[in-house]
């Protein structure tokens, strides 16, 4: 018989089993059960001097050696051997019986340990830590699959002596349920945590018990049980045990699948994974199934289109493959499917359409950077033709000045000439402390014309009138500089020049919120058609177009009456004021 | 011999002012008449049928140009007188016509009354007022007739007939396509400015090149211009730039 770990139980199982335990009395190795009772014991193997829970074998015909174990003066390789509780359980199964270690079972503080009977063969239960001194202290009680108390808290049936036992001891029962699971518990009524409990189990079906299969998809999950959700991924099922028979899904549609089996606590289970895919056959071993029943199986193992089956089986020191104690889970993985090759084009698309917006949202970016590029040289060429406008009103007015001038110099008409130069320099100075401004104040306007039309005076000899409306303060209103000199120069010209009684009238005025700047004149007039009264015109034309494309809503209108008579120009500067 | 003159301006000032000028510095100058517009002045011209006309372009109603074209046959000598007019000056400087400017230096006027004299005393048709008609009437076109004087006479060449022109101390010869070459008794300098519209190019101080006939630019000699008759004209360092500019400019066009 063997010392059994019971620390890491799993480690322990595949590694410690088999090792011949320390104790003299340990017969040869054998994996069945021999005549011994088994004491579950807190030890430290000096070896080790890991403190940790062994079984103990104790001989059936030397019950008391247990005490002798637990005696430090006792030579062992284990220090310190004492009773997982003061009940101290002894189990006595059949001798012959094989593969009975199972797993533990967890009572609060307390683990539970099982066995597995599958000879229909009877099992002893001992308690030597009970005896005539204190078994009116205990109580015990035996539960049949964890659903009947077959025997409800009761005292101590009987204490005995017998097993080579030189005291009495608790004799707490043979127990015996084909197919079934009884569990025996024992506790101090004086102190409930003195306890201790044991579990048999019968059963020969050490299968797994299927409840359900969950399959999670992206965003959604669903039961495999229920064809109407299952997206046609099982139609048939095992009527017994509800393992799917059609189990079959396209390739990287599932994220896992989540075997969920009946809890149980008497045994382990390990999952292995055989693969038949076009890399070949392949088996592995996954994991096992968790202490609630679930396994989780994640799609990473199962990415290529190809058969595969989950085998469930009991974890012991050797596999068996015993075809009768294996769960087995077919499924098909198929190749990416229709939808999922459309949805990868459709992403594909998607992507693709993104790229294009991208891009032309970039064209359209640089397009419309070129067209605010083009719209600001259109305004700074408007700007420049404006200023070119603006020189090429002066020169031609100051070239005719200066002759005028020179013609009084010529005339010795010194005076003139004096009063004439006087005004030019004013009018020269204006003209190019202007030329960098956009608006000057009517007033400013206004006091430029006066000089202009008294240089005019001179050399055409005519009256005239500069009026601004009361209403108006020319101090405050700014206007484009200069903007009727080339029509107040056309009046000089063409309305009045070298005529007698001819007067030029000048005025702003205002009109609602409209700004008039009109200039008349009583000349002989002209043909607006025709539209050949030369540079002046076609310079202010030109001029309030530039300025409509500057200015937002194109305030400037220019508008011509001309008649026999006279000719009215007048310039409105809508919304202005 | 006096020659008989008349002055056509809008502005009495003007008027004044040329008459004062003319009788103070320029003798042999009988002023035959005065006119203050276009359509007097016509009137005037064909009753005192004078040698020469001084002639302001700006006028109301009509111009000094349109005056002219009123005549089938210019008979007589015109000296432009203007203010500023950069049109006006471009289409008279395109005929070989003289003009002064306003207010009037009198150094130029009598400059321009003794080659008005010399033309009178040769008797010659005045073909250069017939050119400045023609530009006038078509001044969109591409190829305007400029004219080309010298001593002798004044050639009138079309403006897409020169290869290129070079100049020789206040000479300047011109190449044209037939091979013919025309030696001008003006500066280089005038004709670059006045050709400059119509695709020509400065390459060096004493070339000028009409850009459509280039063949290609070599980098022989620091930048070289084959024109398609094989002459090569240098180009000078200060101009390369403005060369390939308008060299990429007369392709794209």
């Known amino acids: 018989m063997m010392i059994f770990y019971r620390k890491y139980f799993i480690v322990c199982i595949i590694a410690f089993m088999g090792i011949i335990g320390p104790l003299k009395a340990q017969p040869a190795v054998s994996d069945s059960f021999g005549h011994y009772f088994l004491f579950n014991m807190i030890t430290t193997d000096k070896r080790y001097m890991v403190r940790e829970p062994v079984y103990l074998p104790i001989s059936d015909t030397a019950l008391n050696q247990v005490f002798d174990e637990m005696n430090p003066a006792h030579n062992s390789t284990l220090i310190n051997i004492r009773p997982l509780s003061p009940v101290m359980l002894g189990v006595k199964l059949n001798p012959n019986l094989r593969h009975f270690y199972s797993t533990i079972a967890q009572s609060i503080s307390q683990p539970y340990y099982t066995f597995l009977i599958q000879d229909s063969s009877d099992a002893i239960l001992v ?307 202007n030329s960098e401004k956009d608006m000057i104040s009517l007033e400013d306007e206004w006091r430029i014309v006066d000089n202009y039309l008294q240089m005019e005076q001179l050399r055409f000899g005519f009256s005239y009138t500069l009026y601004s409306d009361p209403a108006l303060h020319p101090a405050d209103i700014e206007v484009p500089p200069m903007l009727l000199q080339p029509l107040i120069e056309n009046a000089v010209k063409h309305g009045v020049a070298g005529k007698k009684d001819r007067h030029i009238t000048v005025q702003a005025k205002q009109s609602g919120h409209d700004l008039q700047l009109i200039v008349e004149d009583n000349g002989e007039g002209f043909d607006i058609a025709k539209n050949n009264t030369g540079f002046g015109l076609k310079l202010s034309q030109e001029r309030i177009e530039l300025l409509n494309e500057l200015y937002p809503g194109k305030p400037f209108r220019l508008n011509i009456q001309s008649s026999g008579t006279g000719t009215i120009i007048t310039i409105t500067l809508n919304k202005w004021i | 011999m006096n020659i008989r003159c008349v002055l056509i301006d809008d502005e009495v000032n003007n008027l004044e002012n040329l008459q004062y000028l003319l009788q103070q510095y320029c003798p042999g100058v009988e002023i035959a008449g005065s006119a203050g517009s276009a359509v007097e002045g016509i009137q005037l011209i064909k009753a005192v049928n004078p040698d020469l006309v001084l002639l302001d372009i700006q006028m109301p109603a009509k111009s000094g140009f349109d005056l002219l074209k009123s005549f089938d046959t210019v008979s007589f000598e015109v000296i432009f007188v203007t203010a500023y007019d950069q049109y006006g000056i471009q289409a008279i400087k395109f005929s070989a016509l003289d003009y002064l400017l306003k207010p009037v230096d009198v150094d130029d006027l009598k400059q321009a009354i003794d080659k008005a004299k010399q033309r009178i005393a040769l008797k010659q048709q005045n073909s250069n007022i017939t050119n400045l008609i023609a530009y006038l009437q078509k001044p969109q076109q591409e190829s305007p007739r400029i004219a080309l004087p010298n001593l002798l006479q004044t050639h009138y060449v079309k403006v897409n007939e020169i290869l290129h022109c070079e100049a020789s101390d206040n000479y300047t010869h011109f190449f044209l396509k037939n091979g013919e070459k025309i030696l001008v008794s003006r500066t280089l300098k005038e004709y670059a400015e006045l050709l400059k519209p119509y695709g020509f190019q400065r390459t060096h101080q004493s070339h000028l090149v009409n850009m459509h006939y280039v063949k290609s630019l070599l980098k022989e000699d620091g930048g070289t211009l084959l024109l398609q008759d094989g002459t090569k004209i240098p180009i000078s360092r200060q101009h390369l730039e403005a060369v390939k500019t308008s060299l990429s400019n007369t392709l794209n066009s």
């Not at chain 1, 204190?134 to 808290?153: G, Q």
């Not at chain 1, 189990?201 to 299952?230: C, H, M, T």
């Open chain 1, 127 to 433: 308690a030597m830590g009970i005896n005539l001194t204190n078994y009116r202290d205990f109580l015990y009680h035996v539960v049949e699959n964890d659903s009947t108390e077959l025997i409800p808290w009761s005292p101590i049936p009987k204490l005995e002596q017998s097993y080579g036992a030189d005291k009495p001891y608790a004799f707490l029962g043979k127990f015996n349920a084909p197919g079934k699971q009884i569990m025996v518990e024992v506790y101090n009524t004086k102190n409930y945590s003195i306890r201790e409990g044991v579990i048999f189990d019968w059963r020969n079906d050490l299968k797994p018990v299927l409840s359900q299969i969950i399959v999670e998809l992206k965003g959604a999950y669903f039961n495999l049980a229920y064809p109407a959700i299952n997206r046609g991924y099982a139609s048939r099922f095992n009527r017994i045990n509800g393992v799917p028979e059609d189990f079959r899904f396209p390739a990287d549609s599932v994220r896992n699948i989540t075997f969920q089996f009946k809890k149980q606590e008497t045994l382990l289970h390990s999952v292995h994974l055989i693969s038949q895919t076009k890399k070949g056959q392949d088996t592995l071993m996954l994991g096992f199934i968790d202490q609630h029943g679930y396994f989780v199986l994640d799609r990473e193992y199962c990415r290529q289109p190809g058969r595969y089956e989950l085998v469930f089986q009991r974890q012991q020191k050797y596999p068996s493959w015993e075809e009768s104690q294996l769960l087995r889970i077919p499924f098909e993985v198929l190749p990416a499917s229709a939808r999922d090759i459309s949805m990868k084009y459709v992403l594909l698309l998607a992507g693709i359409v993104l790229v294009v917006l991208f891009l032309l949202m970039l064209f359209f970016q640089r397009v419309n950077k070129r067209r605010v590029r083009r719209i600001a040289q259109q305004k700074e060429s408007a700007q420049l033709k404006l200023k070119s406008v603006r020189s090429q009103l002066n020169p031609h007015f100051m070239f005719n000045a200066l002759s005028s001038i020179q013609n009084l110099m010529n005339k010795q008409a010194t005076d003139d000439a004096n009063r004439y130069l006087n005004r030019f320099a004013i009018l020269t100075r204006a003209a190019l402390d």
